[in-house]
């Protein structure tokens, strides 16, 4: 009897370590997905912006590091020390989020419909072409966003030699979290957004040839 006692506690207790386990699996931490947002920015019609209303843009290519091309949110400890956090994540792949903000506030700050990606489906060629490398895209959360890119604005009518602009973008976030620190990358596309219409707006407001 003690021997078939002794059994049915030790078979008792692995019943309880599987259930104890089941338990901690159902009741794990929850992943929290992200997304970026547009800028809530707008022009008047006399704004300079408006030069490039009737301009097509097309947007690409947008060259990305690969740590970035995963769907954990990256944040930066030290300049040569990076963590990927499980809990918090893209909702899509962050390079078409990015290019879906980007025409979104190009469209927005140049008031036009004709900012598309390029190469596209939509039967329009562009007149000027944005080429993007990013080299940097990440944060800390409670401290700063910061986007580091390299652009060019390719004249596709021949015109001069596109020159090559760097951005080095920091934005300050405004929270302690994960939500404050994709606002504040969001933020940051948008002042990206606003140098590359400047560019754009200047473009526009020479007459064709000159």
């Known amino acids: 009897m003690i021997i078939h006692h002794s059994m049915f506690v030790r078979s008792l207790a692995g019943l309880l370590l599987i259930l104890l386990a089941n338990g901690c699996a ?8 992200y997304t970026l947002s547009p800028a809530t920015v707008a ?15 097309g947007i690409g290519p947008v060259l990305w590091p690969s740590y970035l091309d995963r769907p954990q949110i990256v944040t930066r400890l030290s300049p040569n020390r990076i963590s990927f956090d499980e809990f918090h994540r893209w909702a899509g792949p962050l390079e078409e989020d990015f ?5 979104d506030n190009l469209s927005r700050l140049l008031q036009t419909d004709y900012v598309i990606k390029s190469p596209g489906k939509l039967p329009y060629k562009p007149r000027y072409r944005v080429q993007i490398h990013i080299d940097q895209f ?33 934005q300050t976030t405004a929270g302690e979290g994960y939500e404050a620190m994709v606002a504040a990358a ?3 596309v948008a002042e990206l957004s606003r140098q590359i219409a400047a560019d754009l707006s200047a473009r526009c407001a020479v007459p064709t040839g000159k």
């Open 26 to 33: 159902t009741t794990s931490r929850p992943v929290d997905f």
């Open 43 to 57: 022009g008047t019609p006399e704004s300079p912006a408006a030069n490039c209303r009737d301009v097509v843009i």
């Open 99 to 103: 290019e879906r903000v980007l025409i």
């Open 138 to 170: 990440d944060g800390q959360p409670g401290d700063a966003v910061i986007l580091k890119a390299a652009w060019s604005v390719v004249d596709q009518s021949g015109g001069k030699e596109p020159a090559l602009q760097e951005s080095l973008i920091s």
């Open 186 to 188: 969001s933020e940051a």
